[in-house]
């Protein structure tokens, strides 16, 4: 963005990586995972983990209790595909980080799990569609995509409710997997998510949240390699409206060597107490030679009373890396950008529109799933046409 | 025919310490066919009467009029007074990450015109006006204004000029920045757009370089906030020879 970018807030005070920096409570490697529910106290938002987001309204997915519904899945894919209901801890790829994982993994008691087979090519995309029908439920889903094989899975959180719900990836080596998780159910709802993925050698995944409707919603997104050369591309991409939170964890933990990841995470925020968090944990371990990661988070903020926090940690451990690097920036919606494209005859709602679908043109470009980008960019539309009415409303109230 | 008509135009700006009058009552009229360079030393406003003209929320007019052809300018939204056939070629063009400069123009074209322009000969007049502009065709993918040099800048402005064709150009210090070569090429793109004898131009600069390119019928010199003299290309060989010292010296009494 232009040198006009102004920032609004980072979890981080400074931006300083010398000497004097406050060390880290605790390492991100050292955070216990479990999948004993009382591992993990009743968050109370103090905890590290916690910190951003608004524990109070998430006590009934804390409860260590049997949900009140099963949310609807259903499945479809190109032929090849298997799709089996297997238990819960049948693969354990994934680990639960905190008490809402675990009482997800705990609850959903079985998984869907969705196999690629090996080299298996697929042409169309697979779909699972989650439903909430309205209570408390959880999900479990393993994605595994067999040696060689390519293929594209989209994951679409629909309806409404509170679901907590645990996602298990494995790319197999050399195979080259897609994962778009859509979070979209309605205004009222609320979505906590782990996702765990683990990259075979020479694999490549990519990796794509895309939240869109919901009150809270939150993802928590861990990767690891299963051997060397792995390519992790993680995308993700918010629009929270008023009253949204739209909160985004990721962790690449590299161990293994010559892997790489780039994390591109980028958010919109229009409308009172709309809120985005986006914390980007990168660990390269000492033994994860010739390593090569970047992070990036940028954010927009459409009008007042939204709020963006944005945090990049990352922790090295070995000298011997290719390249290791973060970004984060936040800015206000700039309105030089608007002159001038007015100043060229385009009506202000359409100059907005542009500008903001030029702010998130590169990472859409990057998704790769046309019916996805193409969906993404309808809902963007909509959430801006709102977003236009409010700042016309609010300019009204100024005017009278 | 096109008229652009100033009269009596107070400006201010909202500064730390109250509104700070920066225009002081400009007249001026701007028919089409003509050519009308403004110059004068740096802090005179001369820009400030660019970006009101065009609408800029940054300024607020305490007075005066500005009409094009009779319709009042000051009462239209900017991209109104784009669509009514003002244009502006920026001191300092912005950059919009993300949109390139092929979707930039087309919208802008479909705005200004009022429906989409036909496909096959648009592709042809953006390529035609961006290699008249010594700029390649492949600036058409790129992101406007975005790491182009400030060159390329101003060059991209004529290049919106020629293919939005309004009625009145302003040019605020398009010379700025640019070396020899580049101030011909944009001095020949704003000496074609002006050819077709129906445009006005208002061209702002500090210096009488760019007059050697583009021949003013009338050159005003603006001080402290208004026009203190007026006259033909002479008033321009003047200031070439003595600089803007016997003006500031009246100013400063």
Known sequence: ?400 | MATLEIRDLHVSVDTENGPKEILRGVDLTIAAGQTHAIMGPNGSGKSTLAYSIAGHPKYNITSGTVTLDGEDVLDMAVDERARAGLFLAMQYPVEVPGVSVANFLRTAKTAIDGEAPKLRTWVKDVNKALSDLDMDPSFGQRNVNEGFSGGEKKRHEIVQLELLNPKIAILDETDSGLDIDALKIVSEGVNRFASQGDKGVLLITHYTRILRYIKPDFVHVFVDGRVAEEGGPELAEELEANGYERFLKAGAK
């Not at chain 1, 390519?150 to 994962?179: F, K, M, Q, W, Y």
């Not at chain 1, 998780?181 to 309605?186: N, R, T």
């Not at chain 1, 990057?366 to 980008?373: A, H, L, N």
Request: aromatic share 4%; with cysteine.
């Open chain 1, 1 to 400: 963005m232009s040198a006009a970018e102004t920032l609004v807030a980072t979890g981080n005070k400074a931006h300083s990586h010398g000497p004097g920096s406050p060390v880290p409570l605790q390492a991100r490697s050292e955070r216990p995972t479990s999948y004993d529910v009382a591992d993990f106290a009743v968050p109370n938002g103090r905890e590290e983990e916690w910190r951003f987001t608004p524990v109070k309204q998430l006590k009934a997915l804390f409860e260590d209790a049997a949900g009140t519904e099963t949310p609807k899945v259903d499945a479809s894919g190109p032929e090849g595909v298997v799709f089996e209901t297997v238990a819960a801890d049948s693969l354990k790829v994934g680990k639960p980080q905190d008490r809402s994982a675990a009482i997800a993994w705990t609850h959903a008691g079985e998984a869907l799990a969705v196999r690629i087979p090996v080299e298996a090519e697929l042409t169309e995309p697979v779909h699972v569609n989650v439903a909430s029908l309205g209570g408390r439920g959880f999900s479990h889903l393993i994605v595994e995509a067999g040696r060689h094989s390519r293929a594209i899975v989209i994951i679409d959180h629909t309806g409404a409710g509170e679901l907590s719900s645990n996602v298990e990836v494995v790319v197999g080596d050399g195979a080259e997997l897609r994962v778009v998780s859509i979070q979209q159910a309605d205004h009222e709802s609320i979505h906590l998510a782990q996702h765990d993925a683990l990259v075979g050698r020479d694999a490549k995944l990519h990796h794509v949240v895309v939240t869109l409707g919901g009150k809270i919603v939150r993802i928590g997104t861990n990767v690891r390699y299963a051997g060397p050369g792995g390519d992790a591309e993680l995308l993700g991409v918010y629009f929270a409206e008023g009253g949204q939170h739209h909160e985004n964890r990721l962790f690449v933990d590299h161990e293994a060597t010559n892997c790489k990841s780039n994390v591109l995470y980028k958010g919109a925020l229009a409308g009172d107490h709309a809120r985005s968090v986006w914390i980007g944990d990168v660990l390269i371990r000492a033994a994860a030679e010739g390593t090569n990661t970047f992070e990036l988070n940028r954010n927009l903020v459409l009008t007042d009373g939204a709020r963006a926090d944005s945090v990049p940690n990352l922790e090295i451990e070995t000298g011997e890396i290719e390249g290791a690097g973060h970004a984060s920036a936040t800015g206000r919606f700039d309105d030089e950008q608007l002159f001038y494209l007015q100043a060229r005859g385009i009506p202000e709602d359409a100059a907005r529109r542009l500008v903001v679908s030029g702010f998130f043109n590169d990472i859409i470009g990057k998704i790769g799933v046309p019916e996805v980008t193409e969906h993404l960019h309808d809902v963007i539309e909509e959430k801006l046409a709102r977003a236009a009415e409010l700042s016309a409303s609010a300019k009204a109230v100024v005017g009278q």
